[in-house]
Every structure is written in C-alpha cells, then in structure tokens.
C-alpha cells in the first residue's frame, strides 16, 4: 500500500480515533485512510480551530486526538492551537503534509514552527520505517505527554510500503515515588492542623484517592482552573484556588499551614502570584515530571510521583484518622453566596454577575462548559458549576483569546451526553465565529453565549483609568445574534433576565438547532479578578 495509507491505518491502530482538520491536497489520503480505518473526522473551517478542538477532545475523553493539516498553510494557520495544547501538555498528534522542496509555495520549516511552541517534531524518513515512525510518534505523545508534530513529506507519500502489523497501544506507566520522599510528605500531612489539596492538571482522573486520603488527614480539597469540577459534590471542596475563587476559599486556603500541589504547577493564577500562601505555611509539590517540581514556587518538599500511586502509599503510612482542617462545618464557599453585589443592570444592558447566576439556575447540571479569554470570563467560571472536571475545558495556557468556541465542539464530542456550552466575549466570538458553522453541521445542542461590551473589555479596563485613548479596542454595536442566525443558530438578544425566557424555551424543547445567546452586558468596570491581576502585575 502507499505510505500515506499505511501511516493513516498505523495512526488508527494506535489508538487516534478522532481526527480534526482542513483537507487539502497533501492530507487527503492520509486523513481519507484513518476514516477507513475506523477514526471519526470532524471539518473544521479553518485550521486555528481545529486544533483546538483536538485539544479539547483529547484532554475531555483521556485519549489522544489528531489535528490533520495541508502542507506549510494549512500548518502556520493551526499554530496558536498547537501552542496551546503544547503548553497544556496535551497527548495530541498534528499530522501535516510536508513540502520539503525549498521552491514549493507551500515550504516552510515545519520543525522549527513546531519546537518554536513546545511541540515535538518527528518525521516519516523512509517508505521501510514509516509505519514505525507513525507508531512511535503516538507513543511519544501518551508517553511523554506531549503535542506531536508528525511531517509527512509530499516525496514519500505515494510510495509502496507493507501494510502495518498490529502493535500493542502505547501507554504511560506510573511513575513510583520514591520511599523516603513519601514518608516525609506522610510526616508533614501528620503534622499538619489546616492541610489543604490543590489538585491540578495530573489530579484528573485521581478523585477517589485524593479524598481518601484528605479525609485521613482532615484536608480540604481546591483545584487549579484545569482540574474544576474534580471534587463536585465532596462537603469539603473549595472549588477553585486562585483569581476565581470566592473571598471565603482564599482565606481557608491562605489561612492553611500545609499546602500539597497534587499534579499542579501552583503558579501564579492558582496561589494569586503567591498571595493564597500563609506566611507560615509549608508547601509541597507531588508531580511525576521531577522536572516541574518548584518552578513557580519555592517548596519544602518534592516528591516525584505518579499523583494516585503517591496518595494511596501516602494513606498506607498515614495511621489513624485526625479532624485536622475540618473541625467546622464549611457552610457554602461559592463565590455566587459569599459575595453580595448590588446588581448594576440597566434595562439596556444586563450585569454579568446576574445573568452568568440565572444561566447557572437554568442550565441542567450535567452541562460542559469552555470559556473565551477576556474580562468577562471570570464570571461564568466561578458561577457555572460544572459536574466533574470532564465538565470544563479550560484553553487557556497561552492565554490566547479565540479559543472558546473550538474548545466548545471538541469537549461536546468527547462529553456527547452533556449540554456543551461555550461562553465567549465579542471579541473571541467575533475571531473563531466561522466554527459556528462547524456547531450547527455537527447538529451538536450547543449553547453560545457571547457577554457583549462591543470592546476588548480587558484592554479598556487595562488602559482606560491611564487616561489613553481607547478607539483601538472599542467597536460600533454588533448584532452578534443576526449572525448567528446566518450559521443556523436559533439566537436571542438578551438585555435583561426576562429576555433569557428564550433560553428557557429552547432547553425545553428539541434543541435541534444550536442556540446563540448575544447578551449586552454592563461593563463599566472591570471584573474583580482582572483587578487583581493587574495589581499582582
Ligand atoms: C490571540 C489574542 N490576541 C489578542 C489578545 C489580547 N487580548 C486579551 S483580552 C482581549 C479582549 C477580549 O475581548 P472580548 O473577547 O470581547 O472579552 P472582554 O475582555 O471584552 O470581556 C484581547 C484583545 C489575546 N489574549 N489573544
Ligand atoms: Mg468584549
């Protein structure tokens, strides 16, 4: 067979059954093979979000998805996706057609684009070791937990080559913490009256054994933003650590003597550029790459480990159970019930607090939520409960706005029994819409909801008390709901609670076209975790 069809049923084989991207003429065997083989392939209608969207459905269903790219343009559209999903650690295979010939249109330096991200360049060589190289490029990603560029040279594609043997699937072996390194964390937890858990990213998946072991040692349970939902119903979840938690988590968590990052980088979002760390408090990381133990923040204690294999030594060694943090009931910590605001909405326009607490009462509970970058994402981040961490997808390691909506479609085929819910400024909205395209194709039940200020609200809010001119980042009004409507959305202008009736409705009914929320929102002030950050800064 060819080496483009080889490589596509080697890619299957290895486990990528769900393929993103933009055909052209470079990938059209190769992506027509892996449908063949049994994969599913989503159109995107540009490559930026298709990247995103293999990003979002690889971390939402624990499996390795593939962005499939043309050669050169099809490879430099992708890139803010790929470099998100490279800092994110994401098990993602990019496989890209290649234009090696220097004179082509489409050449360019597909290595460099890629270790220029984080993301690791591999190549098909040779028709003899191509189905080798595809194997060993997915395994690269479970194993390392990386974002792998496969190039498939245009020169090689249609060579002959044997059909792939079946080989095992790769997979990532837990990495054993050392003995003595959980004694000392077993010793501190021992010693510690206020322990809290801040779970993060390698947390995923390890709920049963993090409670178990919190409940040991009386510990109060927080995530990261990209571990929310983790401890969803547990009495002593805190939600989230950092700039979206509510005024009463901060102060359990900087009040706690003991601090243990599971699988969680504890940078600056997560512990408020070190603000959520008690003068007094220890602080340990548990990570299985040793390699991201202390870079954000100085630590007492290290353990390199495996995240579930750490805390289930740990319990072991514990001994008998001690009420530690949690001598009191918590009572509610919900940023929703702890902080009282007088709402500023206008008639004109809605405050975003109210209208993201009415989405929150609307919205069935088994919802998954992707929220844009911007000003206006504080707010349904910290008001929108999401049901475990496959319950919020969250693109934001390179703080790119844009990603929202691609982010919105791959969690909603990863979660399908959820309703998909993707939460947007007007900017992002305005910079990824094509994809509603994509939404209203899939038949997917989406629900878009776009907080308008028609400006980059965090530009003006960034700029605004400085006294600069702001025309650079404010905008005419937008009907971003007509628009909608252009892409087959059913979609509603929203300017106060009743308007949301509309919503109301269509979640009653058979949700068979996607819907568009355009809400205008009050915006004459920043939002209270942008505030922060631009004073941590
Ligand atoms: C790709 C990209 N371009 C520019 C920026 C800088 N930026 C950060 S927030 C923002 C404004 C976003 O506007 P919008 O989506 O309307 O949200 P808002 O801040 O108004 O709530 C911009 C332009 C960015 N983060 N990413
Ligand atoms: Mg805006």
Redesign the pocket.
């Known amino acids: 067979m060819k080496v483009a069809v080889a490589v596509g049923q080697a890619l299957t084989a290895a486990g990528v059954r769900q393929v993103f991207g933009v055909v052209g003429s470079g990938n059209f065997h190769l992506t027509n093979a892996m449908v063949a083989a049994g994969a599913r392939f989503v159109a995107a209608r540009h490559e930026g979000g298709a990247a995103t969207m293999a990003d979002a459905y690889s971390r939402m269903s624990g499996t390795v998805a593939a962005l499939s790219v043309h050669q050169g343009c099809g490879l430099t559209n992708a890139m803010?996706g790929i470099a998100e999903a490279a800092k994110s650690r994401t098990p993602m295979l990019v496989v890209a057609a290649e234009a090696t010939e220097p004179r082509s249109n489409f050449h360019v330096d597909q290595d460099a684009l890629a270790r220029s991200v984080g993301a690791v360049p591999v190549r098909i060589t040779s028709a003899e070791t191509a189905v080798a190289e595809a194997q060993a490029a997915v395994a690269t990603a479970v194993r390392e937990r990386r974002t792998v560029l496969l190039n498939v040279p245009l020169s090689l594609q249609a060579l002959e080559t044997a059909a792939p043997v079946a080989e095992p699937r790769p997979s990532r072996n837990a990495v054993v913490p050392d003995a003595a390194e959980v004694a000392a964390l077993t010793d501190l937890l021992r010693r510690a009256e206020r322990p809290v858990f801040v779970a993060g990213r390698g947390a995923r998946g390890h709920r049963k054994a993090l409670e178990s072991l919190a409940e040991r040692c009386g510990a109060l349970l927080a995530t990261s933003a990209v571990a929310h939902g983790l401890f969803h119903g547990n009495p002593w979840d805190l939600g989230i650590s950092g700039g979206f938690a509510s005024p009463r988590t901060a102060e359990l968590i900087r009040d706690a003597d003991l601090i243990v990052g599971w699988g969680c980088a504890l940078n600056m979002w997560t512990m408020r550029h070190g603000q959520l760390i008690g003068p007094d408090a220890t602080v340990v990381q548990v990570d299985d790459d040793a390699s991201a133990l202390g870079v954000h923040r100085e630590i007492q204690l290290g353990v390199t480990g495996d995240v579930e294999l750490t805390a289930t030594l740990a319990l072991e060694a514990y001994g008998e159970q001690q009420v530690g943090y949690r001598a009191a009931e918590l009572g509610s910590v919900r940023w929703r019930d702890v902080v009282a605001f007088d709402d500023e909405s206008t008639g004109e326009r809605i405050d975003p607090r109210t209208l993201s607490i009415a989405l929150d009462d609307m919205l069935p509970a088994e919802r998954v939520l992707a929220v844009?970058?911007?000003?206006?994402?504080g707010y349904p981040s910290v008001c929108l409960s999401v049901p475990d961490e496959n319950g919020f997808c969250f693109t934001q390691a390179f703080?790119?706005?844009?990603l929202g909506l691609a982010t919105a479609i791959g969690a909603a085929l990863a979660q399908p029994d959820r309703l998909p819910v993707a939460v947007?400024?007007?900017?992002?909205?305005l910079?990824s819409a094509v994809e509603l395209d994509t939404v209203r194709r899939l038949g997917l039940p989406m629900l878009v909801v776009v907080?308008?200020?028609d400006?980059?609200?965090?530009?003006?809010?960034h700029f605004g008390p400085g006294g600069h001119a702001l025309e650079t980042?404010t905008f005419p009004p937008t009907d971003i709901a007509a628009i909608g409507r252009g892409y087959g959305f059913e979609a509603v202008i929203v300017r106060g609670v009743d308007d949301l009736a509309a919503v109301a409705s269509w979640l009653n009914g058979p949700r068979s076209a996607p819907m568009l929320v355009d809400a205008k929102v009050v915006?004459e002030h920043p939002?209270w975790w942008l505030e922060e950050a631009f004073r941590g800064h």
Do not use: K, P
């Open positions: 803010t844009d970058s911007g000003n206006f994402m703080q790119s706005i844009g947007l400024g007007d900017g992002g909205a910079m907080y308008n200020d400006a980059y609200g965090a530009e003006v809010h980042v915006a939002s």
